[in-house]
């Protein structure tokens, strides 16, 4: 079965403390994971698509890595605009319809 | 989040009630797709349509019913509304092929009492 699992649940940093956030799957055969940024009373909104193992993407504060098991997205130096709801999904070969969300962790940023 | 229109943005329905959920994407996308998101569940998915015309169940359909009127539109209905439906639902919608994205509305908070 495929499945997405995020860790830790909730993180809460200093400004300028830098961590990373883990996204753990088992699919037949991955065809992308995603990574979103959650806000309050907001739709999910688009980070990054990565497709295959080795693959990093940068945005701002925010890199995203892929490995055969797991992604990270690394924080480098937080800012308290940074406090979200963090979503990883992956879409498998076995279900090219249908894309598989993670929990999501809530990362809380301290000035 | 522009491109994908949700309404109502919020409803209260009482047990029993029923109601339709609409979402209308202007992304020119094939696939369209309504989640549910509750605390600590994650987003789940109740019912996909890949393309015009076909609609397939996703995770939890169970209560749901789904149409997809057109290419930009995708409702939802919930025929007989039960608390336990009351969730945060998001429409979202992606082209397929070469990128996969995945783009959502805003979502619509429907409380069943």
């Known amino acids: 079965e495929d499945q997405v699992t995020q860790s830790p649940e909730a993180l809460r940093l200093q400004e300028g403390e830098s961590s990373s956030l883990n996204c753990s799957y088992t699919?037949?055969?991955?065809?992308?994971l995603f990574w979103y940024r959650q806000d309050p009373g907001k739709g999910p909104e688009f980070l990054f698509t990565?497709?295959?193992a080795g693959e990093e993407k940068e945005k701002e504060r925010l890199k995203a890595t892929l490995t055969k098991k797991e992604s990270f997205l690394h924080i480098t130096a937080p800012k308290p605009e940074d406090s979200a709801t963090y979503l990883c999904?992956?879409?498998?070969?076995?279900?090219?319809?249908?894309?598989?969300f993670g929990s999501g962790t809530r990362l809380s940023i301290r000035p | 989040n522009a491109g994908v229109t949700q309404t109502p943005k919020f409803q209260v329905l009482k047990t029993g009630q029923s109601m339709t959920l609409q979402c209308a994407q202007d992304m020119n996308h094939n696939s369209m797709y309504w989640y549910r998101q509750d605390p600590g569940m994650g987003l789940r998915l109740i019912y996909y349509s890949a393309s015009e015309g076909t609609t397939d169940k996703g995770e939890v359909p169970n209560g749901y019913n789904v149409s997809r009127l057109n290419k930009r539109e995708f409702s939802l209905r919930l025929e007989s509304a039960a608390p336990s439906q009351t969730s945060v639902y998001f429409c979202?919608?992606?082209?397929?092929?070469?990128?996969?994205?995945?783009?959502f509305g805003e979502g619509s908070w429907l409380t069943v009492v």
């Open positions: 999904a992956v879409q498998a070969d076995s279900s090219a319809s249908k894309i598989i």
């Open positions: 990565l497709y295959s």
């Open positions: 699919v037949s055969g991955l065809r992308g």
């Open positions: 979202a919608t992606n082209r397929r092929g070469t990128e996969n994205t995945i783009y």
